[in-house]
């Protein structure tokens, strides 16, 4: 995982937060989270760049993530 800035393309999905103190190091699961319920793919395939899927996987029984979105990554990580 990089400790760096989001990219102008996954900000958008945090727009009620300040982007210069949103880091993935920093702010790993949240952002995880909103990416995987809410990003397109774009910004999942950004994720997927920047984080191992393994982690993902195991990260997914810890997160916030609405019904939907939860059962379609269960699959998927399956």
Known sequence: MHNQ???SHV???FWGDDITKLSLQNNTDYIIQTILN???QKAIKWLFSEVEREFLKERLEKLTLDKRSSQF???YFS
């Open 5 to 7: 800035t989001l990219p």
């Open 73 to 75: 990554w269960r699959m």
């Open 11 to 13: 900000t958008k999905y």
């Open 38 to 40: 809410i990003g397109d």
